[in-house]
């Protein structure tokens, strides 16, 4: 994507899983990067990673058992400026999840709460990250 810097550059990222059998290495040493208008797409056989790559990303893994071992995760904010992921704080992330990154679950039975319609999830978020009103959020 000629001379621009990516938005998100994963670096010999390695995530481990302790259990009591020992550790399970869920992703070994991927690297790609992410560039302003670009959409990539992670393939595999399941089981292989895709998941656990992506809620690395995001800082998702449940810590313990799961454990960002190794690599470098930069994300270039527009608002915050270059930040690792691997080392930034909770609240950072949190400032930056669902303004500027986000997921998209495969199952949407186990990402939405089947007590509430889904128009009010998705406003709960837009009040969270965009500090609307209710009013304004519909």
């Given at each position: 994507?000629?001379n621009?810097?990516?938005?998100?550059?994963?670096?010999?990222?390695?995530?481990?899983?302790?259990?009591?059998?020992?550790?399970?290495?869920?992703?070994?040493?991927?690297s790609f990067?992410?560039?302003?208008?670009?959409?990539?797409?992670?393939?595999?056989?399941?089981?292989?990673?895709k998941?656990?790559?992506?809620?690395?990303?995001?800082?998702?893994?449940?810590?313990?058992?799961?454990?960002?071992?190794?690599?470098?995760?930069?994300?270039?904010?527009?608002?915050?400026?270059?930040m690792?992921?691997?080392?930034?704080?909770?609240?950072?992330?949190?400032?930056?999840?669902g303004?500027?990154?986000?997921?998209?679950?495969?199952e949407?039975?186990?990402?939405?709460?089947?007590?509430?319609?889904?128009?009010?999830?998705?406003?709960?978020?837009?009040?969270?990250?965009?500090?609307?009103?209710?009013?304004?959020?519909?």
């Amino acid at each position: 994507m000629g001379n621009q810097a990516p938005l998100l550059e994963i670096k010999n990222l390695v995530t481990d899983f302790r259990t009591e059998e020992g550790v399970t290495r869920a992703v070994d040493d991927i690297s790609f990067d992410l560039h302003k208008g670009e959409t990539i797409g992670i393939v595999g056989e399941s089981g292989s990673g895709k998941s656990v790559t992506s809620l690395s990303v995001m800082r998702l893994i449940p810590e313990p058992p799961g454990q960002i071992s190794n690599g470098e995760l930069f994300y270039h904010s527009h608002t915050q400026g270059e930040m690792d992921l691997a080392h930034t704080s909770y609240q950072e992330i949190r400032a930056i999840r669902g303004n500027e990154v986000s997921m998209i679950f495969q199952e949407p039975m186990t990402s939405l709460n089947p007590v509430y319609t889904c128009g009010d999830q998705v406003m709960e978020a837009i009040r969270l990250h965009l500090k609307v009103s209710k009013k304004d959020a519909k």
